[in-house]
């Protein structure tokens, strides 16, 4: 199966919120194609980088992505616009089918520390299959820390380091925002995010239980403290982890100097509980074929039973791979799928 795209060594660095620095001369490209090979992903090629085909163009991710809103806001300093969107602009992916009369879901895309929406979004490949299944893609970036990095102060493990900005508060106005512009099924409002990412997909879903249906986390933690996690209403949840994840540990951990984050098991365990399930975490259906450099089925798939229709709580767990799994094109068709079949009620 193909492969998605291209990228610098700049923009390789979709690591999490636990990331080291490289040492001085050491390339961060070259350190995660390390952490691919670590992670037993067998057959990449050591010059391929974070399952990117090195013959495919830049924009690939983006091919006949029907029309890209620039900056949504920057141009509207009035007209009711939040403050926190004029302040922070943000792209809106409008698929070709779109209509103004017909609501559509909407997925919001959260990078990864270091990285960037556009670059996650090529990496998942939302904006491209937003075109055959007709749903909106916003595309919010995170702030920059000290040394220039994007970030989401999503929960105490990830990934601010001190900072306090209420990114809550942002990616609640960047929905409300959409929203107000776009028509948008206010059942089917999903999140989408990769390490730091998936831990501000979790976050959101703690706090903004009444306006999230669901989210897919991949390498990406709930809090370590239950406790900080208050939903009001159910919402699906969808863990994806490597077991040889290096950075983001499929087993839980913790970043020297930072609080712990839970194991993929323990986060969707706790979603379990919170969305009201009455069962126990066993297999669900079949394993799944998602990554390209490993043989066969290697996603095991787990859930919990006796769970409400909108409150899923599931674990993909895909052996042998790494933080960057080599995605295969069933990837993002699988998550839509899977978000979709999850509405509010």
Same mark, same amino acid.
């Given at each position: 199966?193909?492969?998605?795209?291209?990228?610098? *060594? #700049?923009?390789?660095?979709?690591?999490? @919120?636990?990331? %080291?620095?490289?040492?001085?001369?050491?390339?961060?490209?070259?350190?995660? /194609?390390?952490? $691919?090979?670590?992670?037993?992903?067998?057959?990449?090629?050591?010059?391929?980088?974070? $399952?990117?085909?090195?013959?495919?163009?830049?924009?690939?991710?983006?091919?006949?992505? +029907? =029309?890209? &809103?620039?900056?949504?806001?920057?141009?509207?300093?009035?007209? +009711?616009?939040?403050?926190?969107?004029?302040?922070?602009?943000?792209?809106?992916?409008?698929?070709?089918?779109?209509?103004?009369? %017909?609501?559509?879901?909407?997925?919001?895309?959260?990078? $990864?520390?270091?990285?960037?929406?556009?670059?996650?979004?090529?990496?998942? +490949?939302?904006?491209?299959?937003? %075109?055959?299944?007709?749903?909106?893609?916003?595309?919010?970036?995170?702030?920059?820390?000290?040394?220039?990095?994007?970030?989401?102060?999503?929960?105490? /493990? @990830? #990934?601010?380091?001190?900072?306090?900005?209420?990114?809550?508060?942002?990616?609640?106005?960047?929905?409300?925002?959409? %929203?107000?512009?776009?028509?948008?099924?206010?059942? =089917?409002?999903?999140?989408?995010?990769? *390490?730091?990412? $998936?831990?501000? *997909?979790?976050?959101?879903?703690?706090?903004?239980?009444?306006?999230?249906?669901?989210?897919?986390?991949?390498?990406? *933690?709930?809090? /370590?403290?239950?406790?900080?996690?208050?939903?009001?209403?159910?919402? /699906?949840?969808?863990?994806?982890?490597?077991?040889?994840?290096?950075?983001?540990?499929?087993?839980? +951990?913790?970043?020297?100097?930072?609080?712990?984050?839970?194991?993929?098991?323990?986060?969707?365990?706790?979603?379990?509980?919170? !969305?009201? #399930?009455?069962?126990?975490?066993? !297999?669900?259906?079949?394993?799944?074929?998602?990554?390209?450099?490993?043989?066969?089925? &290697?996603?095991?798939? &787990?859930?919990?039973?006796?769970?409400?229709?909108?409150?899923?709580?599931?674990?993909?767990?895909?052996?042998?791979?790494?933080?960057?799994?080599?995605? !295969?094109?069933?990837?993002?068709?699988?998550?839509?799928?899977?978000?979709?079949?999850?509405?509010?009620?």
């Amino acid at each position: 199966m193909s492969l998605r795209l291209v990228l610098p *060594s #700049c923009c390789l660095l979709l690591l999490s @919120c636990g990331a %080291q620095l490289p040492p001085a001369g050491v390339d961060a490209g070259a350190l995660v /194609a390390d952490a $691919g090979a670590a992670a037993a992903d067998a057959g990449a090629d050591a010059g391929v980088d974070a $399952g990117i085909d090195a013959g495919a163009p830049m924009d690939a991710g983006l091919a006949d992505a +029907g =029309r890209v &809103e620039p900056d949504a806001g920057a141009a509207a300093t009035d007209g +009711g616009r939040d403050p926190l969107v004029v302040a922070r602009p943000f792209d809106v992916n409008v698929p070709v089918g779109y209509r103004a009369d %017909q609501p559509v879901p909407l997925v919001v895309v959260l990078h $990864g520390y270091t990285a960037t929406a556009q670059v996650q979004d090529m990496y998942f +490949g939302l904006s491209r299959l937003a %075109q055959t299944r007709t749903f909106l893609v916003a595309l919010p970036n995170g702030l920059r820390d000290d040394m220039l990095q994007q970030y989401w102060n999503a929960t105490d /493990a @990830c #990934c601010a380091f001190g900072k306090t900005n209420d990114d809550v508060a942002y990616l609640t106005a960047v929905i409300r925002d959409v %929203q107000a512009r776009y028509a948008v099924d206010p059942k =089917r409002i999903f999140l989408v995010g990769h *390490s730091n990412g $998936g831990f501000m *997909s979790h976050r959101l879903a703690c706090d903004r239980a009444g306006l999230i249906a669901g989210i897919v986390a991949l390498a990406g *933690s709930n809090w /370590a403290d239950v406790t900080k996690c208050n939903p009001t209403a159910p919402v /699906a949840v969808l863990q994806i982890h490597g077991t040889l994840d290096p950075v983001i540990a499929y087993n839980g +951990g913790a970043t020297v100097g930072q609080p712990p984050y839970p194991s993929a098991e323990d986060s969707v365990r706790s979603w379990g509980a919170k !969305n009201g #399930c009455t069962g126990n975490l066993s !297999n669900i259906g079949g394993d799944l074929d998602l990554v390209t450099a490993l043989l066969g089925d &290697e996603t095991k798939r &787990e859930g919990f039973t006796g769970c409400p229709a909108n409150g899923a709580a599931e674990l993909w767990t895909i052996r042998g791979a790494g933080h960057l799994p080599l995605i !295969n094109d069933a990837f993002s068709d699988r998550l839509y799928t899977w978000l979709l079949a999850h509405p509010k009620p």
